[in-house]
């Protein structure tokens, strides 16, 4: 109890110790609870009947192994305060925690785990919207890496425009094979973020199949939100999935067209 005890009041005098547990109020104002531990026989044939192999590995724990340690030591000290109330005199009142040791340590359980599960909450709050801000912009980064290349579309087929106005066959084909070319590029490009997408929705699978297996221990919103954001990450994943099968058709658009107008002119010169 000296271990967990926020102060000893170093001015008490005797065979005793005199701790001091302090709970803050809501208003800021700092409650004591002051225990005497005075021993007697009744006092001691108690504390043997005690099972005190939890309170010794809350003495024994630390920061480095226990990453709730500060926070279970609060608590013990809060429950504590509350659990004895101001209003009983010192001495007394290690006796009655002596006593009803039993239901104070399972209020102090009671405590500890309602902390215990709202942070696992907050830290799931936490994952959830890690995730997908992520998600997000690794799906955002997928159409910003083609989007310069995709540009070269339209700049090509412009470039056919030059077909007809060289009158010149090898112009002409030079100008097809270029395009051709281009074409090949940005297929590349965009097979490459088909890939790097099938990643993501590898990751993405891997982080929500991870929260999901806890769900049944979220609350009803958080659950909610789950699935709220998980329908939109795989709207967006199918809506860029179109994108990128469009994009691989219209990347070959001006070599054909170019082709078209280059065998019509080709074939017009000849006849």
Known sequence: MS????????????????????????I???????????????????VAKLNLEQMDGLCNSSEVEDSHYRERIGIFG?????????????????ALLVKNW?????????NLAVYLSGFAFHKAKREVAQAEIDVS?????????????????????????????SDNVIIGALVVIGLLLGGFIVSH???NQSSQLARVVHSKEMIFSSIEGRKDVYPEDLVAD?????AALDEDVERLKSLLVIFSWLCWLPFTVAMLV??????AWFC
């Open 3 to 26: 271990f967990l005890a926020h102060y000893h009041d170093e001015k008490s005098k005797g065979n005793f110790l005199r701790l001091v547990f302090i709970r803050p109020d809501e």
């Open 137 to 165: 912009s690794k799906l955002s980064k997928i159409v910003g890496d083609i989007s310069g290349k995709l540009l070269s579309i339209p700049v090509s087929l412009a470039a056919i425009v030059a077909i007809p106005r």
């Open 189 to 191: 490009v965009i097979r």
């Open 262 to 267: 280059h065998l019509y002119f080709c074939f």
């Open 28 to 46: 800021g104002v700092s409650k004591p609870v002051v225990l005497e531990t005075h021993l007697d026989s009744e006092i001691l044939s108690s």
């Open 226 to 230: 789950i699935d709220q954001i998980k």
């Open 78 to 94: 809060n429950t504590l305060v509350e659990f004895v109330g101001q209003q009983v005199e010192p001495r007394e009142a290690f």
């Open 102 to 110: 039993r239901k104070f340590f399972e209020s102090y359980q009671r």
